[in-house]
């Protein structure tokens, strides 16, 4: 997926090399330099990730919008700050 193609967004970040509780760390960091509304877009691979960090941020209060699976493997996770 290119820039160009990827959904509407604040701020990305990528956690592809972060493993657990570090992934969701890295995630509530970047969600706590945005204000409520605004989006943030989180590259992620692996079955702990993909399990943990949606339902962590929605824990917060935060809405996972999205969860879109990527031709290399990983995935794009599109949260809402709440």
């Known amino acids: 997926m290119s820039a160009s193609t990827l959904p509407p967004h604040d701020k990305a970040i990528d956690i592809t090399a972060e493993t657990c509780p ?5 995630t509530r960091l970047a969600l706590d330099t945005l204000a409520e509304g605004q989006v943030l877009l989180v590259r992620l691979k692996g079955e702990d990730p993909l399990k943990n960090v949606p339902r962590a941020a929605a ?10 699976e990527q031709a290399d493997g990983t995935w794009l996770l599109v949260i809402r700050k709440g």
């Open 59 to 68: 824990d917060q209060g935060h809405d996972p919008l999205d969860l879109l």
């Open 22 to 26: 570090m992934t969701y760390v890295r």
